[in-house]
């Protein structure tokens, strides 16, 4: 993985702009620390970044051919699975090739089809290619979204960049926020909208997107969109098609010519991907798979059950790794390293987020760097599956609005009326809501229960998991560690978004299918576990600091973020006892005090990135 920035522009003369372009570059060094790279024309600069994973010689960007069409120049930050394959077509077509790298296959892949050769790729990229002869930028990004890719048009040019921090680097952006940034940060955060950069006038271009700009201007477009489709299979057939789809993704998705991991919690999902994985290490005879676990300090003392996490995780990681055989690694983090790790996660995100659930996820990976390059996660299973309590629950199920986002009248209390005011946050959420329904792919006939488990479903995937991929990415790549997601795959997408909610549920289960297809390859006591999210930490201690961090912003005269607030209402809540398990505002795992880090981190986040409001 890697970091790209660039800078297209037809009124100025950008070979004369090196040091800019190098800085929005060099902004992202935490997510290509081993190499970086530059290059300059008259109207193009494109910057790059490297992470080495594969073909370490050839592999160099921003990577140039020179065609008898013209020359092309790339800057590039993915993995592709099917590299072998393209390679292979491309050389029944002429094409010859130095190295056994995907970068190189890429750029030759858009040379040979152009736009179109984003739709025979399997991986998860965001490239930007620029074609000398016809004076043009080509911009994709990966069909799910998990390589992110921010831009914006300034003064008639077009900025990209990995990274919200590439483009502030820029002197021609800012960070300013308008009453539509404002509602994204209280109103829909740690989320924010598909395709909405929070920032004014940054956009990022969505899962499944491509564009191209050049003198006539920006134009974008989908190449890639969920279908919905009858499924006219018996249960049988879903069993097989999901275990061959798991077990081709996973292999596929451990190339590399540097180590690779595997993240497991021990629930179910990371134990499929480690169980194929470690399958795969055997049948090729390499060396024994390396697992990973994160746990907290105490965490067996102040343990809470709840209708999210039932049973602690670090018993069953340890019972998957020894029926697997794994050299296995339980990473332990502290309340105060983990209260410590908030700010470098608000930096590494370049906004608010998931606060301590970012921040461990941060402290994991920094953890397993040490060891492995590469990680394989069983991330995003939950929402392609439909693993969340909101797609059993009654009351999510027939409620109106994201079932993610709780308890907004007591969340909004600790806001200031006149903010309130500006965002409109309950109707701000309405709105988004209403614009997400609008996008479901509906199949012709369906109705009932079938119409609104399909709705959950294509929201869980395209306005839930955007935050969990998002979060994977940013906390991964500031430590310089590669994350792969082998339940983002788009064929297994396709497929089971498609089963009927009675295949999901194999057995009376959420996710029925997929413990089905996967039973002869894990301990029943894990097939069988209930769903069990990313561990947090129930040490009472962080109650209390996230409380202290808090009051040190009531207490500071200049800290931005006290004109947003109730000061009354904020210190009311703190009187309270917020040790007790809640239901949360957000998500599975953030209750009050995550709401009192966010806010934290909002504070944080305005001082850093010299935020302006313009409302």
């Known amino acids: 993985m890697c970091g790209i920035a660039g800078w297209v522009d037809f009124n100025r003369n950008l070979s004369e702009e090196r040091t800019t372009i190098q800085t929005m570059g060099e902004k992202l060094v935490c997510r290509g620390p081993d190499e970086g790279g530059l290059w300059l024309s008259t109207h193009a600069g494109l910057a790059h970044r490297r992470l080495i994973v594969v073909d370490p010689q050839v592999g160099k960007q921003p990577m140039q051919r020179n065609t008898s069409q013209g020359i092309y120049t790339l800057t590039y930050n993915g993995e592709l699975y099917n590299t072998d394959s393209l390679r292979e077509e491309l050389r029944t077509q002429g094409w010859y090739f130095q190295g056994h790298g995907d970068t190189e296959v890429l750029l030759t892949a858009y040379i040979a089809w152009g736009p179109s050769c984003v739709s025979r790729l399997n991986g998860i990229f965001a490239f930007c290619i620029w074609d000398d002869v016809h004076e043009r930028l080509f911009l994709a ?15 008639g040019g077009l900025l990209f960049g990995s990274e919200l921090k590439a483009l502030l680097a820029h002197p021609l952006v800012k960070a300013r926020l308008n009453r539509q940034g404002l509602a994204e940060i209280f109103a829909m955060g740690p989320a924010h909208t598909p395709g909405c950069g929070v920032f004014e006038g940054i956009e990022e271009l969505r899962p499944g997107e491509c564009a191209l700009f050049d003198r006539s201007g920006f134009k974008r477009w989908r190449y890639w969109s969920l279908q919905s489709e009858p499924f006219d299979g018996t249960p049988q057939d879903a069993i097989q098609q999901v275990r061959w789809l798991m077990q081709d993704t996973v292999e596929r998705q451990l190339v590399a010519d540097v180590p690779v991991c595997t993240m497991l919690s021990g629930g179910l999902d990371s134990s499929v991907v480690t169980a194929y994985a470690a399958a795969a290490y055997r049948r090729h005879h390499w060396p024994t798979l390396r697992t990973f676990a994160i746990d907290y300090k105490d965490n067996e003392r102040y343990f809470q059950p709840n209708d999210f996490q039932s049973t602690p995780d670090a018993p069953y990681a340890q019972q998957v790794a020894d029926f697997l055989g794994t050299i296995h690694r339980r990473i332990e983090i502290d309340t105060p390293e983990l209260v410590a790790a908030l700010y470098d996660a608000l930096v590494a995100r370049d906004l608010p987020g998931m606060t301590d659930v970012d921040a461990s996820l941060l402290l994991f990976s920094r953890a397993i760097k040490q060891e492995a390059t590469v990680a394989v996660s069983g991330e995003a299973a939950d929402e392609v599956f439909g693993g969340y309590p909101w797609f059993r629950r009654q009351e999510d199920i027939e409620a109106q609005t994201f079932p993610w986002m709780r308890k907004g009248a007591q969340r909004f209390q600790l ?3 006149a903010l309130l005011e500006v965002i409109r946050p309950q109707e701000y959420q309405q709105s988004r809501y209403e614009q997400a329904l609008g ?9 009932g229960l079938a119409a609104r488990m399909r709705e959950i479903s294509y929201l869980s995937i395209f306005w839930w998991m955007p935050v969990l991929l998002d979060r994977m990415d940013r906390m991964s790549m500031a430590t310089g560690l590669e994350v792969r997601v ?5 064929r297994l997408v396709q497929y089971v978004f498609n089963l009927p909610w009675t295949i999901k549920t194999y057995g009376g289960q959420l996710k029925g299918i997929l413990r089905k297809a996967v039973e002869d390859e894990l301990p029943q006591e894990v097939v069988g576990r209930k769903k069990s999210p990313f561990p947090k930490t129930h040490h009472p201690a962080f109650v209390q600091a996230c409380k202290q961090l808090m009051e040190e912003v009531l207490c500071d005269a200049n800290a931005p973020l006290r004109l947003l607030l109730d000061e009354r209402e904020v210190r009311r809540f703190l009187s309270q006892d917020l040790s007790t398990a809640a239901l949360p505002w957000f998500g599975q795992l953030m209750t009050e005090p995550q709401w009192l880090a966010y806010l934290w981190q909002v504070n944080e986040w305005m001082k850093r990135y010299h935020v302006q409001m313009v409302v």
Do not use: A, I, M
């Open 141 to 155: 990004r990966d069909r799910l979204g998990v390589k992110p890719l921010f831009f914006t048009e300034r003064d």
């Open 415 to 417: 806001l200031n009326p």
């Open 439 to 447: 996008e479901v792919p509906h199949l012709e006939g369906e109705s």
């Open 486 to 490: 082998p339940y983002c795959d788009h």
